[in-house]
């Protein structure tokens, strides 16, 4: 199911046929770096963790991470969506891409693209997002899309320091 469109991209509800695609962009050096080693090595560790953590979060939240593809079809290049995290009383925007889709523009546009649904559709004014204080790059997308930097925080269950944006 389409959650969202922008003027080139698509968000979606991820699907048990998107395992590989979470492995890949799971184990992206880039996903490791600035998010963390999820553990996931395998298909069907990819689907337990779709199961679990994504469809989790659909159903206890009704939003979660969506599967982002280009909007006039094509192979899923990223996350990007709302989660629930303990430490941040408001849901938090994040994002993350494969590595071949870098540097086009795609996490701003996501990104945004969850701001407005997350506003219009769900009613959420107010939401957090948080990167490892290194990620230059995720640090200016949030600050284009109107993400105002708060300080650095560290969020329980979380190893390192975490820098906390907010919005609305």
């Known amino acids: 199911m389409i959650i969202a469109t922008t003027e080139r991209l698509a968000l979606r509800e991820a699907v048990d046929e998107d395992a590989a695609f979470f492995l890949e962009l799971l184990n992206s050096e880039g996903f490791i770096a600035n998010i ?37 079809g094509g192979a899923a290049m990223g996350l990007a969506g709302l989660v629930k995290r303990d430490g941040l009383d408001v849901p938090d925007v994040g994002y993350a891409f494969l590595p071949r889709a870098w540097g086009q523009g795609f996490a701003k546009e996501a990104a945004a693209g969850v701001l407005t649904f997350a506003r219009k559709a769900l009613g959420i004014p107010r939401l957090a997002a948080i990167t490892t204080p290194g990620n230059a790059a995720s640090m200016a997308v949030l600050r284009k899309i109107g993400f105002v930097y708060q300080g650095v925080t560290q969020l329980p269950g979380h190893m390192g320091e975490s820098t906390h944006f907010t919005i609305g």
């Open 36 to 72: 963390g080693d999820r553990g996931v090595r395998s298909e069907a560790e990819a689907m337990a963790y779709i199961a679990e953590r994504v469809y989790g979060s659909y159903h206890a939240y009704g939003f979660g991470m969506w599967v982002v593809e280009p909007l006039e």
